[in-house]
């Protein structure tokens, strides 16, 4: 794994979905990635090496933006 450099996996969540829906919108997320990225050298590196991944609440403003 290079040190330099950590791949992760960013999943947006909009604030105004509510606190009990969140992980399975994650869930969904995670897979959703690995069914279009699968094929992709860069998600395979993540996918292998790191599997780390960053979920972040965010306003309309910020995802659209």
């Given at each position: 794994?290079?040190?330099?450099?950590?791949?992760?996996?960013?999943?947006?969540?909009?604030?105004?979905?509510?606190?009990?829906?969140?992980?399975?919108?994650?869930?969904?997320?995670?897979?959703?990635?690995?069914?279009?990225?699968?094929?992709?050298?860069?998600?395979?590196?993540?996918?292998?090496?790191?599997?780390?991944?960053?979920?972040l609440?965010?306003?309309?403003?910020?995802?659209?933006?």
């Amino acid at each position: 794994i290079n040190t330099m450099y950590i791949s992760k996996l960013y999943i947006a969540v909009l604030d105004e979905v509510p606190n009990h829906m969140v992980p399975v919108l994650v869930a969904h997320a995670v897979l959703g990635a690995h069914q279009h990225f699968k094929c992709n050298l860069e998600y395979q590196d993540w996918l292998e090496q790191s599997f780390r991944k960053v979920v972040l609440k965010v306003n309309r403003k910020e995802l659209y933006s």
